[in-house]
C-alpha cells in the first residue's frame, strides 16, 4: 500500500514562552503587543516562570475561543501543536494562581488597544451618504454563582424566586457593516443602559451616526450625544410631544429637544408575508437638518441597521459562549473573562474584514462568524500562522475558509419575537404560536400626522 507522510513546520516562541500563542490569530495580537501591555502595566513577571504573563494572557483569549473547556483543557489545546517541544504540564491550581496573579488590568489595556472600527476598503457597504453608522445597546450576562462574585454582582428578580444566577450588563458601541467593537462597558445588572451609554458616549466622533432604540431618547442623553459631534437617528415614543417649528417637503419636521435642534420623522411600516400584513408606526429623531441630503425615507430604511447590535450579541453569548455562564468565580476574573471575550470577537471581526476586502465590492455582511471561529479554534491546535512570514498574507487560512463559505447576501425576513424552541416543556405556550420564519416585503410611508 502506498503511503505519504506529510510533515509541517511549526514556529512558535523559545523556552517557557512556547504555549503563548493564538494560532493565526497571534499575528493580530502579536508578542509585541502583548508584552508591552504588561510592562505599560506593571505586570510583567519579576522572574520567568513555569507560566510567564504573556503566555497567560494567550490562554485567557483562547478560553473564549473553547469556551466550553476548562483552563486544563484550554492548556491542552495550546500545546497539542508543540509535539516534540519540552513544555510543561501545569496544574490547575498553577493555571488559576496565573490568572489571579496577572489581575485584569492587562486584558483591559489590550481591548482599549484593539477597540475601534475596522479598516476597510468596503466604504460603499460599510458607510451611509460619508458618515459611519454606529450602534449602542446593551446585553445581559451570566456569571458563576460564587460568594466572591456575589459580593458584586446580584441576580435579577424576576417570577419564581428570580434567575439562578447572579448577572451583569454589557453596553457595546458598534460600527454597522463590519460590527468591530469602538467601545464597551460593564457593570451589575442594577446599573442601568442609559448610565453606560453616558460613559461610551466618550467614544463618539464627528462623522458618526448613532442609531439607537427609544430607551436612549432621554432629552439629557440626547444632549450628551450630540455634544460629542456625531449626528444621530433615534427611536422616540410616537406619542411624544415636540414642538412643530417648520414642515418639511420629504414629510418630516423640525423641532427642538431642549436646546438642540432636530427633525422629526413619523413612518408607518407595513411588513407583508404569506400569513398576512403587519403595520407599525415609527418616530425618530435625528439631527441631519437636511430633508434633501438625507430624506426621510432613506433614513427609515438606514435605521434597520440597529439591529446589528443584536447578531453581534448573539454571535458573543451564543456562537461562542453556548449560552454559558462566564467561568470566573471571583470579579476580578469576571473583569479577565469580558475582556478576553471582547478581544477574541474583535481579532474575528478583523480576520474576517481582512477577507472580504480582498474582493473588491464583497459585503461584510457576507462573512460567517461562524466559520471564521472554528478555523480559529483549528490554528490553535495547530499551532499554525503563530508568526508570520516575511510576505503577510493577510487573508491567511481563517481568510480562505471564510471566503470559501460566505453567506447569501440578506434576506428580508420576519419572525415573532418569541422563543422558537423552548428550554422546557412546561415553558411552551401550545402548539398555536406560530414559530415559523418568513420571507416577507417591506413598505414604508413617511407620515405627516399633527404633532
Not at 66 to 71: E, N, S, T, V
Not at 286 to 305: I, N, S
Not at 387 to 410: C, K, S
Not at 420 to 433: D, F, L, V, W
Amino acid at each position: 500500500m502506498d503511503q505519504i507522510a506529510i510533515t509541517r513546520t511549526v514556529t512558535v516562541a523559545a523556552g517557557p514562552f512556547a504555549a503563548g500563542h493564538l494560532g493565526e490569530l497571534t499575528r493580530l495580537v502579536p508578542f509585541e503587543m502583548v508584552d508591552d501591555v504588561l510592562a505599560a502595566t506593571r505586570c510583567t513577571q519579576k522572574r520567568v516562570r513555569l507560566l510567564p504573563a504573556r503566555v497567560v494572557v494567550y490562554l485567557l483569549l483562547a478560553g473564549c475561543l473553547f469556551a466550553d473547556l476548562g483552563y486544563r483543557q484550554v492548556w491542552a489545546k495550546l500545546v497539542a501543536g508543540l509535539r516534540g517541544l519540552s513544555v510543561r504540564d501545569p496544574s490547575a491550581s498553577a493555571l488559576r494562581q496565573a490568572r489571579q496573579r496577572l489581575g485584569p488590568s492587562p486584558l483591559r489595556a489590550l481591548f482599549d488597544l484593539l477597540r475601534g472600527p475596522a479598516a476597510t476598503g468596503a466604504i460603499a457597504q460599510v458607510r451611509w451618504r460619508g458618515l459611519l453608522p454606529v450602534v449602542i445597546d446593551g446585553t445581559v450576562l451570566a456569571v458563576a454563582d460564587s460568594a466572591a462574585n456575589l459580593r458584586r454582582y446580584v441576580k435579577q428578580r424576576g417570577n419564581h424566586g428570580g434567575s439562578g444566577y447572579p448577572s451583569l450588563r454589557l453596553s457595546a458601541l458598534l460600527a454597522c457593516g463590519t460590527r468591530s467593537v469602538l467601545d464597551a462597558v460593564f457593570d451589575p445588572i442594577t446599573t442601568g443602559e442609559i448610565a453606560q451609554a453616558q460613559r461610551l458616549a466618550r467614544s463618539l466622533r464627528a462623522g458618526m451616526l448613532l442609531l439607537a432604540d427609544r430607551n436612549y431618547a432621554a432629552a439629557d442623553l440626547v444632549a450628551a450625544f450630540a455634544a460629542t459631534g456625531a449626528d444621530l437617528l433615534i427611536r422616540c415614543k410616537t406619542g411624544r410631544r415636540l414642538p412643530l417649528i417648520r414642515r418639511c417637503p420629504d414629510g418630516s419636521w423640525l423641532s427642538v429637544i431642549g436646546n438642540l435642534p432636530v427633525r422629526i420623522i413619523d413612518a408607518r411600516i407595513s411588513i407583508t408575508t404569506t400569513s398576512g400584513s403587519h403595520t407599525g408606526d415609527y418616530r425618530l429623531i435625528t439631527t441631519l437638518l437636511d430633508p434633501r441630503r438625507y430624506p426621510a425615507a432613506d433614513m427609515v430604511r438606514l435605521y434597520h441597521q440597529r439591529w446589528e447590535i443584536e447578531t453581534a450579541y448573539l454571535e458573543l453569548k451564543s456562537t461562542i459562549l453556548g449560552g454559558r455562564v462566564l467561568r470566573a468565580r471571583t470579579p476580578d476574573g469576571v473583569d479577565q473573562e469580558v475582556h478576553a471575550l471582547l478581544i477574541v470577537y474583535q481579532l474575528l471581526r478583523t480576520a474576517m474584514v481582512d477577507a472580504t476586502d480582498s474582493r473588491p465590492g464583497l459585503d461584510p455582511d457576507r462573512a460567517s462568524f461562524t466559520t471564521a471561529l472554528n478555523t480559529a479554534r483549528d490554528q490553535v491546535v495547530h499551532a499554525a500562522g503563530i508568526i508570520a512570514d516575511t510576505v503577510i498574507d493577510l487573508v491567511g487560512v481563517i481568510g480562505e475558509h471564510v471566503l470559501a463559505n460566505l453567506l447569501p447576501d440578506r434576506r428580508i425576513r420576519i419572525k415573532a419575537r418569541m422563543i422558537k424552541r423552548s428550554n422546557s416543556k412546561y415553558q411552551a405556550r401550545g402548539p398555536h404560536i406560530d414559530r415559523r420564519t418568513y420571507k416577507a416585503t417591506t413598505s414604508i410611508d413617511v407620515i405627516t400626522n399633527d404633532p
